[in-house]
């Protein structure tokens, strides 16, 4: 048996990898570059859904290592089932940091001052002048604070907001500040000019922000989600968004992608943009930076990083 290594990015693209693997490069085709069973160290191809990327899991019975290049693990949870214990899955911390977090600001600010108004005016040959809110001196609410949520408080510092609250599952302080337990948002919602959804999709946040979360949110308030489609309530938001309340930007949605008819793309004040926070000419470079670091660690048998679960383990 090999020890086979499968990658997304042609193996011959990525400089400095390790001596000793077989490198096997597999995008999502139909054909498996080899045997599944013979893949110790699967790198799981990148905006793909769900179905195609968990299919090789089944039949990986010799795999050790599950990584992806998305923050998110929620597209191969349904596949763990089928690997043996003692698999780590671990995920591309570091890796969309810079692209999630200038999407999540070119969002807000495009929402707030109008932009996509300005370029149907343009469409129209229509100056279209008034006046639109600032993001400087709002409130700032970022619900799920870890890597990304901190990338995207780095690049709100610069805009002078009155003031960043921070929540995610468990309490604790950082550099910039406390951050709150999810219990406590009932209280935080209502003082929020913008919330921003920067959480994993687990069953705890599924559905997260429905008809009471939105409800609690203040008139004019903004809500800008680029984290899972499914942490938003998608008939909730809507009834919210039909009485003009509150205003959305959306990168994600549910479903995905967002049928032609659906209603979310009429609803008035909602931004929406097809799932582009990860892919952009920042990624390459990172993801090719984690899996040299990651497959170097693998093969002098050094932690990993970014370890988000083990087969087997107890969560208890």
Known sequence: MT??????????????LPEGPEYRFWNGGETFPADPADCAFYVVPYMKPSPLCVRPLPRMSHVEVVQTLSAGIDHVEPGLGHLPPGVRLCNARGVHEASTGELTLALILASLRGVPDF????????????????????????????????????RLVPFEVARVARVARSERTTARGPVRPLTELPALLPEADVVILSTPLTETTRGLAGADFLSRMKDGALLVNVARGQVVDTKALLAELETGRITAALDVTDPEPLPREHPLWRAPGVLISPHVGGPTSAFLPRAKRLLVDQLNRYVNREPLRNVILTTGASTG
């Open 119 to 154: 370029v149907r005016a343009q469409d129209r040959g229509e100056w279209l002048g008034g006046f639109r809110p600032a993001l400087a001196d709002k409130n700032v609410l970022i619900v799920g604070y870890g890597a990304i949520g901190a990338a995207i408080e780095d």
């Open 3 to 16: 020890a086979d290594v499968w990658l997304p990015i042609p193996p011959d693209e990525i400089d400095g």
